[in-house]
């Protein structure tokens, strides 16, 4: 079993920043794509922006310049950095990455953050 523990979600105006926080931990023998998905108040889920274990990125449009996803591997961490927030950035922000959870490498799974909320107001 995997944990993933959100923070850093919180209130802020617009232009802002705030970095997210993703620690995973329990047995983890290796930590494949990480990825950072949002559910705003069109309840629609999209993926904001993902890490793969090679430390290649990809960002939804409308964040890129302002964001930027990383990983930390000894801390088992994602992290978010979000620069200059608009109001259309304002959502639940959820974890998820998919890990080998023993020396079977070839298999995975997907594990997900309980969500944070990140809310852009004047």
């Known amino acids: 079993q995997v944990q993933l523990v959100e923070s850093g979600g919180g209130l802020v105006q617009p232009g802002g920043s705030l970095r997210l926080s993703c620690a995973a931990s329990?047995?983890?023998?290796?930590?494949?794509?990480m990825a950072w998905f949002r559910q705003g108040p069109g309840n629609q889920l999209e993926l904001v922006a993902a890490?793969?274990?090679?430390?290649?990125?990809e960002y939804v449009d409308s964040v890129k310049g302002r964001f930027t996803i990383s990983r930390n591997n000894t801390e088992k961490t994602a992290y978010l950095q979000m620069n200059d927030l608009k109001l259309e950035d304002t959502a639940v922000y959820y974890c998820?990455?998919?890990?080998?959870?023993?020396?079977?490498?070839?298999?995975?799974?997907?594990?997900w953050g309980q969500g944070t909320q990140v809310t852009v107001s004047s």
């Open positions: 998820n990455v998919r890990v080998s959870t023993t020396v079977q490498l070839s298999k995975a799974d997907e594990y």
């Open positions: 329990g047995t983890i023998f290796r930590l494949w794509d």
């Open positions: 890490i793969d274990g090679d430390s290649g990125t």
